[in-house]
């Protein structure tokens, strides 16, 4: 399983973005997709997950109202959409998956496969 996740740069606060994360293997269709971030001298935490085949969806606390992650079946596509951006979202946002069935988790060792990251930069 590949991920190739794309989308980041610079915005002001308040401003969006979007992330995308194609992944492309077997993934089955019982997986579940999520993003993480790192800020610098941080650890890597957990930002939002969505189950591939119910939809479902859950988020961090600090995100939760401002990002929407979404799929696309047909693209084998996650996104992640970001509103009301603060300067502490700067991070590298990675997305993940988890290729168990199951509820999804918030633990980043729960994920079998990672894309690259892509930065984005929240400027005040």
């Known amino acids: 399983v590949q991920l190739q996740a794309s989308g980041g740069g610079s915005v002001q606060a308040g401003g969006s973005l979007r992330l995308s994360c194609v992944a492309s293997g077997r993934t089955g269709s019982s997986h579940i997709m999520g993003w993480f971030c790192q800020a610098p001298g941080k650890e890597r935490e957990f930002v939002a997950a969505?189950?591939?085949?119910?939809?479902?969806?859950y988020y961090a606390d600090s995100v939760q109202g401002r990002f929407t992650i979404s799929r696309d079946i047909d693209k084998n596509m996650v996104y992640l959409q970001m509103r009301s951006l603060k300067p502490e979202d700067t991070a590298v946002y990675y997305c993940?998956?988890?290729?168990?069935?199951?509820?999804?988790?918030?633990?980043?060792?729960?994920?079998?496969?990672w894309g690259q990251g892509t930065l984005v930069t929240v400027s005040s």
């Open positions: 969505l189950g591939w085949n119910s939809g479902s969806t």
């Open positions: 993940a998956v988890d290729l168990r069935d199951g509820r999804a988790s918030i633990f980043e060792h729960d994920y079998d496969y």
